[in-house]
């Protein structure tokens, strides 16, 4: 079926416009030599390398995603403030893992004064609800309970399908400091070395994340 051309023109106005906007945001955030991000930590290392050397790369409908979760954390944000003082919004933190290795990220939410008590809040946006959080985002969110002294943290979940929000407690655990930090140092030593790491999800039978990743053709991972 062929598309109107006004229709295709409408579509064409949006997607270009979220590409202006990712970009003109991703130009407040440039990367220094040895600093990685958070949020990236628990992918693959080998997308993490192509990420770090070759720039990022995004499809039409990931910017549309990407730009789904901006707003659930914002609206997640506003509720919260009806309810409760919200004490910092992405607050910058950086941690210090070697002279030349750094971690730097913006912290979701901390939310203050809620009984006397001070809560760490990372929010997902997902299509499923999961049963227990994801590991990539417990790695994230260590990072943050590391930086900012606290014992535990929250993860937040809003289903964008169902309207389900899950919210899970997280203790802080020392094997995932370390395990964080030792992803971050083997991801710097493969990017100084210019050497491609092995293709970690591939290997770990993640082959779906392989078949999304914009990476895939210089991956080239092996059949899937």
Known sequence: MNK????????????E???????????????ESGVYYPSYVGSCLKKQFYIYTLGEAVSPEELVIFMTGKGVHEVVVKALG??????AVEAKITIEITEKVKLSGRIDVIVADVDGKRYLIEVKSASKTPDKPYETHELQLHAYMHALGFNEGYIL????????VRVFKVAKKEEMIKKLFERVVMLDYFISMNSPPPPEAYLEGRKWECRKCPYLKVCNPGPL
């Open 4 to 15: 109107d051309p006004e229709e295709e023109k409408l579509e064409s106005l949006l997607k």
């Open 17 to 31: 416009g979220l590409g202006s906007l990712w970009r003109k945001e991703k130009a407040e955030h440039q990367r």
């Open 82 to 87: 009806e309810r409760a003082k919200v004490e």
């Open 157 to 164: 979940y809003w289903n964008k399908r169902s309207g389900d």
